[in-house]
């Protein structure tokens, strides 16, 4: 039996025989005074130091929840608070894309582009002086 540390905590490793094969086989047991827990894969080892350290290694990129345990977000996946939140951050995402265009539009539409029809720029201002001259040559035609 000998006592070793990981990042997340202490453990202890002992070499022992299955009972049934007569295999040797390798037991780690937490090292943390008093739990009891033992594992046969020091992943899982890891994975149960979390519960003492209160690491949360794994969070849902949506929600911004973290985890200590995988299979606990795997299980918030599946939650109606992560489906209405995916929602959201979806209709947020599709909004922000939209308002991205609208804002690339608006700032084209301020540099400028050439009328066919003029060598003007088109900008709103001189949109609005062509509408006026329109509708002023359209009331002095009507008046003829």
């Known amino acids: 039996m000998e006592r070793r540390n990981l990042d997340e905590g202490p453990y202890i490793r002992e070499r022992r025989l299955n009972a049934v094969t007569g295999r040797r086989v390798q ?3 937490c090292g943390v005074h008093p739990c009891t827990a033992s594992f046969t894969k020091l992943s899982n080892l890891r994975e149960h130091l979390n519960q003492h350290t209160g690491r949360r290694p794994y969070s849902c990129n949506i929600c911004r929840i973290a985890f200590k345990q995988r299979g606990q977000l795997l299980k918030h996946y599946t939650t109606k608070t992560h489906m209405r939140s995916a929602e ?5 995402e599709s909004a922000q894309a939209a308002n991205a265009q609208v804002t690339e539009f608006d700032q084209s539409f301020e540099i400028g582009h050439l009328d066919s029809l003029n060598t003007r720029p088109v900008t709103a ?6 509408l006026a001259a329109l509708t002023e040559s359209l009331s002095l035609e009507g008046s003829l």
């Open 27 to 29: 037991l780690l047991r």
């Open 125 to 130: 201002r001189n949109e609005a002086d062509n």
């Open 88 to 92: 959201s951050h979806a209709v947020n």
